[in-house]
């Protein structure tokens, strides 16, 4: 009989694991969550969740402010520490109830039920099973408090004083109540495979806990598996050195009983003593320690390359080409073999290399060595220790190996000699690697690493990425099943989707529902969609956050610092002027460090000279982030961004006033300044995705003056993009202004938002949406009294009335614009004269539109390249059109196109070419080529109503052929 359970159980595990319906539920036992009705309830991350966590672990309890305050602000108290913990207070309590947190003398207290917490269940549960006689009654109790466990506790709190000072000793209680549930079920059932299987995970997962790894013994040995049982022993007593303990008499005095092969049947009552000491223990995050090296003696060959990889996918170039290089029998001079694998964490650099080594084994008939260089941050410690790992195993140790680094060295080299030798050196750094290699020809070496080490030479080179979606499909099936994934394949590309395309995610993700096959996949993929995606992704000693942090902790402090500072971001892009921005450097430096960063693959080269990072990297930059110092840096890039776009709205109209935007902190660094158009349009271009994510998130998080800055920033991006990038079949900016749950709270910003829109629902022919957009901008600006933005929202509506044909109610609108000297410029006031003229044209008064024309040009001359010089060209091109002067009318024709390439606007280019496909048509000329080109244009760069348009001409221009 099997008796399973899950280890890691989450949000779905089962009975137990959460309050009843109406009922709060506070979950410590991994990361800090809240539910109510069994829905979950979002925890204001930083400070607050400290705040809640401190109270729930003492329900009933008073945490005075002092304990508080040392948690909340270990390096550096507010001036008024009771009144900024009061603010989380009262956010806590927006999270749990107005009455939830009671205010004592010289603290607060949780007035809620102590059952709400989790870890008092668990405490319950564990004191029930103590009194309980009935063995499997007390197995039950057990099993459902360990239902109540979900990770790492209190996982994710910043600061983490907390964590550090009370997640190790909850971590212990956890792991007791499981040695206590496996000791009932190999008392009850026997060592059974389920047994067995959950045991090894747990000793795997936490090598130094004695009372698992005894039980597992006893498990093994009791299955007739008495070396499996010994090499349980031999690996924890490894855990325990790398933590500078040694084992304690209860593991001793089994090691001995087996050894001696005494008889270790079940006690007649599992509650008895425990096997082995359990001790407190943090989670390990790194990999089970490798065997220990079996000396070599003279003659003898070393095989310590560990097995084959099972479920190998993927990699057919890489296997060729790097078998190629090993196997080649063209020697090189000097030095041995040497193929190299980089690529950033997690995606197989391990397992392509000794999948390749054993490819290549006989041609290397004198041994193979393992030397796993991921164990120290210090390269040269690092060094001296894996050559002496490489010379034990080659039969040199004790008083014959030399204590300098440097005769080690050459003592290998020597041992090399005349030998063909297979070295695979796992995880190297660049400093440490030259110092390995053998000097023999016939000897070669597999090096991994996370860098590309450039100055290393080799024979070949592989640069892994991640896999693509069919691979990690096929490595996920090779484990769990086709037929499996096959029952629910859109759970199971959402799994695959959460993996994010990487080998080592993928692997775990499959190793997690191999071995709980009662899961559907749909629950996994809720559990890594819902909660803690690094969290879920672990599995015996693999874990995608252990490997992550491998890689963090070898950053210089300032280094780290500022990786963290990434969590600013909205998105998983940065180049270095926004890296100068957040880390508040210069250029120059920001540039070094992100070059640091992409060195040890934690971000990666982009297209267009900025760096990006992966999804699972982007979660382990917000897990490890400070919220508050990443908060600060966001509101420091906005206030940036926001200067920057004033300084390119400025720069396109000198003399038109800027829209309602707010000032940004005092303390932001200065906007970027910008050449001329091009340059503008060279800078928005890449990063408007970005801004409005940006923006987006600001305007979500509802908090002012963020948000004010948020809508000010959307306003002139989309002022802003419209003149130089694209016009606006993108109207998202203004409806996420208009939308935001939290309005900005000067009106003059929702107005020009209003504005926007109007101007975007207009280029799309959206017309009856736009004039009831411009109906809105006017009632705002006149509330406001704004007599500039009223007036400029008239020729607006002027514009849409002709674009509507409804030419007369153009000239009306427009009036008091043109008769204004007042308020407008004089490049809006000839803006004004030009859309008159253009009602005109349209009213068959060709002499009126003229004379408009030429008054506009003496009142404002447009720069050359420029909105307002294209706007111009085609209002010319229409009242030509309308006198009858083609050729005129042609040429500025021509003249927009012209604009519009060099501006950078495909919009504008896509509009110019069909008007010239009109104009054509209009005088009975050929408009099929220009029609055409309007359609590639439109289509190709996704504008939408045009291209419809478009095509209509080109029909059009085709029957009058």
């Known amino acids: 009989m099997t008796h399973t359970r899950d280890l890691e159980a989450g949000p779905h595990g089962g009975p137990g694991e959460v309050a009843e319906p109406g009922a709060l539920d506070i979950r410590l036992l991994g990361a800090v969550e809240v539910r109510r009705d069994g829905q979950p309830v979002p925890v204001p991350s930083g400070r607050p969740a400290v705040v809640l966590a401190a109270l729930a672990l003492r329900p009933g309890g008073v945490v005075s402010h002092g304990t508080l305050a040392r948690l909340l602000w270990p390096d550096a108290q507010p001036e008024h520490p009771r009144a900024a913990l009061q603010t989380h207070v009262t956010r806590v309590r927006a999270v749990l109830g107005r009455t939830a947190v009671e205010s004592t003398g010289d603290g607060y207290r ?177 990999p089970a320690p490798a065997p220990v090296a079996v000396p070599a003696g003279p003659g003898t060959r070393p095989a310590q390359l560990p097995s084959r990889p099972p479920s190998f996918v993927g990699r057919a170039a890489e296997v060729a080409t790097l078998t190629a290089a090993l196997c080649d029998d063209a020697a090189p001079v000097g030095r041995c073999r040497t193929v190299v694998v980089s690529g950033p ?288 840096a966001r509101h420091r890039l906005l206030g940036y961004l926001l200067l920057t776009l004033r300084n390119a709205r400025l720069r396109l109209r000198p003399s038109d006033s800027v829209p309602g935007v707010p000032e940004p902190p005092g303390d932001c660094p200065p906007g970027r300044q910008f050449a001329d158009r091009c340059e503008i349009h060279a800078w928005l271009h890449p990063r408007r995705t970005q801004l409005v994510a940006l923006a987006r998130a600001e305007l979500a998080a509802g908090e002012y003056p963020a948000v004010d800055h948020a809508a000010g920033l959307l306003v002139l991006l989309d002022a802003v993009a419209r003149e130089c990038c694209d016009s606006g079949d993108d109207e998202e900016a203004a409806r996420t202004v208009l939308a935001a749950a939290t309005p900005p709270s000067h009106p003059g910003i929702t107005a020009a938002a209003w504005t926007n829109l109007t101007l975007t629902l207009a280029a799309q022919h959206r017309l009856d949406e736009a004039v009831a957009a411009a109906d809105h901008a006017v009632r705002l600006r006149r509330e406001l009294g704004d007599r500039y933005g009223e007036l400029i929202m008239f020729e607006n509506q002027a514009c849409i009335h002709v674009e509507a044909g409804r030419y007369q109610d153009a000239v009306d609108v427009i009036a008091a614009c043109v008769a204004d000297r007042e308020f407008l410029s004089a490049q809006v006031r000839a803006r004004c004269l030009r859309t008159r003229a253009r009602a005109y044209a349209g009213l068959g008064r060709c002499a009126d539109a003229h004379a408009d024309l030429a008054a506009a040009d003496s009142v404002e001359t447009p720069a050359p390249v420029s909105y307002d010089a294209h706007y111009a060209a085609a209002v010319t091109t229409a009242v030509h059109r309308a006198a009858g002067d083609r050729d005129a009318a042609l040429r500025s024709c021509r003249q927009a196109v012209d604009i519009a390439v060099a501006l950078g606007s495909t919009w504008m280019r896509a509009l110019s070419l069909l008007d010239t496909a009109r104009t054509l048509r209009h005088f009975g000329a050929d408009g099929h080529q220009a029609a055409a080109d309007a359609v590639a244009v439109a289509v190709e760069n996704r504008h939408v109503r045009l291209a419809a348009e478009a095509r209509a001409e080109l029909t059009l221009a085709g029957a009058g052929r």
Request: charged share 25%; net charge negative; hydrophobic share 45%.
């Open 345 to 632: 964490g997690g995606t197989g650099k391990t397992t392509l290399a000794l999948r390749v080594a054993h490819e290549v084994l006989d041609r290397y008939p004198d041994g193979q060595l393992f030397a796993d260089l991921r164990t120290s941050s210090d390269a040269a410690a690092l060094g001296t220790d894996a050559l002496a790992g490489l010379l034990r195993a080659l039969g040199v140790g004790g008083p014959d190996l030399p204590p300098c680094p440097q005769e080690r060295a050459e003592l290998f080299r020597r041992l090399c000699t005349g030998r063909r030798l297979l070295v695979l050196m796992d995880d190297a750094d660049p400093d440490t690697v030259g110092s390995l290699l053998p000097a023999e020809s016939g000897c070669a070496v597999i090096v991994t690493s996370r860098r590309r080490i450039p100055d290393l030479p080799a024979d070949a080179r592989a640069d892994l990425g991640m896999f693509s979606e069919p691979e990690a499909r096929e490595l996920l099936a090779s484990v769990v099943g086709a037929d499996r994934l096959a029952a629910e394949p859109g759970a199971t590309t959402a799994v695959l989707d959460r993996c994010a395309g990487s080998p080592l995610a993928v692997r775990i993700a499959a190793g997690r529902l191999a071995t709980r096959p009662a899961w559907p996949i749909e629950h996994f993929a809720g559990r890594l969609s819902d909660g803690d995606r690094l969290g879920e992704l672990r599995a015996g000693g693999l874990a995608v956050r252990a490997m992550l942090d491998a890689t963090y902790v070898s950053l210089q402090p300032v280094q780290a610092q500022r990786y963290r500072l990434l969590a600013a971001l909205t998105g998983a892009g940065i180049e270095a002027e926004t890296a100068a921005v957040v880390w508040e450097v210069d250029v120059d430096e920001a540039r070094r460090l992100l070059e640091r960063l992409a060195d040890i693959r934690l971000l990666e080269p982009a297209p267009g000279g900025g760096y990006g990072w992966h999804d699972l990297v982007d979660d382990h930059i917000r897990a490890v982030a400070d919220p508050v110092a990443a908060e600060a």
């Open 110 to 286: 949780l007035e809620l039920a102590r059952d709400v917490v989790d870890v008092t269940r668990l405490r319950g549960l564990s004191a029930a099973a103590r009194a309980l006689d009935d063995l499997p009654g007390r197995l039950a109790l057990l099993d459902q408090a360990l239902l109540l466990w979900r990770g790492n506790p209190l996982a994710g709190l910043w600061p983490d004083v907390l964590t550090r000072q009370t997640a190790p000793s909850l971590l212990d209680e956890v792991l007791s109540v499981a040695e206590r549930a496996h000791e009932l079920r190999l008392a009850l059932h026997g060592p059974d495979d389920g047994v067995i299987r959950e045991l090894r995970a747990l000793v795997t997962a936490y090598p130094e806990r004695e009372r698992a790894a005894g039980q597992l013994m006893i498990a093994l040995y009791r299955e007739g598996r008495q070396g499996d049982a010994l090499g349980v022993f031999h690996g924890t007593v490894q855990a325990l050195r790398a933590a500078g303990r040694r084992p304690g008499p209860e593991l001793a005095a089994l090691h001995a009983r087996l050894l001696t092969g005494d008889d270790l049947a079940a006690p007649d009552d599992a509650r008895g003593p425990a096997t082995a000491p359990s001790a407190p223990s943090a989670p390990s995050a790194a």
